[in-house]
């Protein structure tokens, strides 16, 4: 059964710094991973995914990279901002889909 | 890309009662998933539910709690029986789409309060 782990579970930054989000997951046979962000009492926003053949997405200040082989994907934000303060959950999908609990971003002015 | 509509978007339920949640797709799709959160924690997959097929429950969640039926390609439905205040939780429908099935799109959640 997959497991995925996100690390930290809580992230505080001062505006503007660089910060990355770590995902691992124990099966290797994935088909994607994507990550989300989830506001408080707001649902899920896909913000990028990666297919098994990947290595790494890109969106605006966001990137993720996958390492398939080693079990592990990382969220890289770039120039934080108090906006990005939400939950971001990676997701891995196979023949089913599992979430990690998710990082708590906290970036303050 | 995928549209997804869930009713009831809230509600608030009385103990014993059950509830039906419904979760409209605008496309076609195999995969479904519903996947439970409670307060403060993180999401729980409760069943896959693939046309065609018995849906499949996770450990801990058991067909007369949460009874599925998957009658289309476009619909589903999740009931949460015997409703209790543990029962208290957003209850996502989310889909399997694209070439792989497996771009993944959520509803924007049924939040249950059991009083």
């Known amino acids: 059964k997959q497991e995925v782990t996100q690390i930290p579970a809580a992230l505080s930054v001062p505006e503007g710094e660089n910060l990355v989000l770590n995902c691992s997951f124990t099966?290797?046979?994935?088909?994607?991973l994507q990550w989300f962000r989830q506001d408080p009492g707001k649902g899920l926003t896909s913000l990028l995914l990666i297919q098994s053949s990947q290595r790494e997405q890109t969106s605006g200040r966001l990137n993720a990279s996958l390492d398939k082989s080693s079990g592990r994907s990382t969220l890289y934000i770039a120039a934080s901002q108090p906006g990005d303060s939400a939950t971001y959950l990676c997701a891995v999908i196979g023949n089913d889909m599992r979430f990690g609990a998710g990082t708590r971003l906290t970036v303050k002015p | 890309s995928a549209v997804i509509s869930q009713k009831p978007s809230r509600d608030i339920c009385q103990r014993g009662t059950s509830l039906t949640i419904q979760c409209q797709v605008d496309?076609?799709?195999?995969?479904m998933f519903w996947y439970r959160q409670q307060p403060g924690q993180s999401l729980t997959l409760i069943a896959t539910a693939n046309q065609g097929s018995e849906a499949t429950y996770e450990s801990g969640f058991v067909i007369d709690k949460f009874p599925i039926s998957r009658p289309n390609l476009t619909f589903s439905t999740l009931t949460v029986s015997n409703m209790s205040p543990e029962d208290s939780s957003i209850y996502l429908c989310s889909v399997g789409f694209g070439s792989s099935g497996n771009t993944i799109y959520f509803g924007e959640g049924s939040w249950l309060t059991v009083v």
């Open positions: 099966d290797s046979a994935i088909y994607n």
């Open positions: 496309s076609q799709v195999t995969m």
